[in-house]
């Protein structure tokens, strides 16, 4: 068991050589040009390096054991699991934290953790006629009052405002997509309180902020004759990310499981790993994960607002990609109603009126132990936002305590379908 269900360490990757994990679409797929790099990495691929790193240190331990039969090796499956499940060290998403200086190697007070922002924010960019200054305002969709027949029956859709403070028109806002928001201002969001984004400028930054791309050329060769195949070339794009932002991964580890397997500190020495489909160079440090600058959001302390019908409304904002459904955008279980969807999260009936959702994320990956790409699999992105009803009778408090910072089904494994709690803007 997991001793807890918070994050109480910190896996931090800083970046030696370019990166590249490779998306979804094959090499040669017809009338494409560079395949590019999926940024943030993936949970699985930085999960498995770490898995790895624990796996050959307690083999160097115990020289005897091998890969072969890790199935048979109780302590270390215990940890560390095995080609279908984890054990128990278990990540709680992907996210980004940036440090004033380039290079930096330990977390400070003044180093700030960004986390992907939510879809039912827009952006519109506004030239000052006195100054020429370009200035974005931020607000974030409505539903409509009346509902609209689509193909998925009568819903209420997200809709532009009809008024914002400092704009004259709406028109031409943009969803953000590629987006982070620092914690202060997921928290300001939560809240219902948009106008800290616009008053900060460091508040809203974007993928471009934190990486640049780098281009190269490969070529495929011919493994039984040791040659080029004649034409086969392909095109890659690397991820650089800046000298001062790191990739940080919150981890929940069972210290006790832990250290049956490797010496005591192990994880917190630091060390050297190869990442993604080209194997490049990272460091590795892990932290106990006990600064408040690194945790999660926090919820508002009014967070449900009174709606007809005895109902009360707030919003689900997912922080990490979530499984879709087998037919379905929706949430495995939920089912159409009058007024939109019914279902069950982690034991609170809830009503899903309608939702915001950013491009479908695809992800397969390679089964090392059956050496053959992994299915790929269709998710919803972070950042995806529902609008929820629940009945009078749930308070704050139940509603917080039992979802704010937990995963949307109770035995994901994997951190996915993390979520926050939000005021539903009016």
């Known amino acids: 068991m997991i001793s807890g269900n918070q ?71 215990t940890v560390i699991g095995n080609s279908n499940n984890l054990g128990n060290l278990r990540p709680m998403g992907v996210f980004l934290l940036q440090h004033d200086q380039p290079y930096q190697t330990k977390i400070s007070a003044t180093s700030v953790c960004y986390y992907p922002s939510p879809v039912n924010i827009c952006r519109k960019v506004q030239v000052d006629e006195k100054t020429g200054e370009e200035k974005a305002h931020y607000f974030a969709l409505q539903l409509s009052q009346s509902a609209y027949q689509t193909d998925a029956g009568n819903i209420r859709l997200p809709t532009l405002p009809e008024t914002v403070a400092g704009l004259s028109d709406t028109r031409g806002a943009k969803p953000l997509e590629g987006a982070w928001l620092s914690k202060a201002s997921w928290e300001a969001v939560l809240s219902g309180n948009m106008q800290q984004l616009n008053t900060d400028r460091q508040s809203v930054k974007n993928n471009d902020d934190f990486i640049n791309n780098e281009y190269r050329l490969g070529i495929q060769v011919n493994s039984k004759h040791r040659s080029v195949v004649e034409g086969q070339l392909y095109q890659t794009s690397h991820i650089r990310l800046d000298p001062t932002v790191n990739i940080v991964m919150p981890l929940r580890a069972n210290n006790q499981s832990l250290s049956q397997v490797v010496d005591e500190g192990f994880l917190e020495q630091p060390s050297l790993l190869r990442l993604g489909g080209e194997g490049r160079m990272a460091h590795l440090s892990v932290i106990n994960n006990d600064s408040d600058s690194l945790s999660l959001p926090k919820a508002p302390q009014q967070l449900l607002i009174k709606a007809e019908n005895n109902k009360q409304r707030f919003i689900i904002y997912l922080l990490t990609k979530l499984k879709m459904g087998e037919q379905s955008w929706l949430p495995n279980g939920f089912l159409r109603s009058e007024t939109g969807w019914q279902g069950d999260i982690r034991g609170v009936p809830v009503n899903l009126v309608s939702a915001c959702i950013g491009k479908a994320q695809r992800e397969g990956g390679w089964d090392q132990k059956q050496h053959k790409p992994r299915a790929i699999e269709n998710y919803l992105p972070a950042g995806s936002a529902f609008f929820v009803e629940v009945e009078a009778g749930i308070t704050n408090e139940d509603l917080i305590s039992k979802l704010h910072g937990q995963t949307m089904f109770c035995d994901d494994e994997w951190g996915e379908g993390l979520m926050l709690l939000g005021r539903w803007p009016v």
């Open 7 to 77: 994050p109480n360490k910190l896996a931090v990757f800083k970046q030696i050589d370019s990166w590249f994990f490779r998306e979804s679409r094959p090499h040669g797929s017809f009338g494409a040009n560079a395949l590019n790099s999926v940024f943030p990495p993936p949970t699985r691929t930085l999960m498995g390096a770490i898995r790895s790193h624990i796996g050959n240190e307690y083999f160097r331990l115990n020289p005897h054991c091998s890969w072969d039969n890790l199935d048979r090796l109780k302590e270390l499956n």
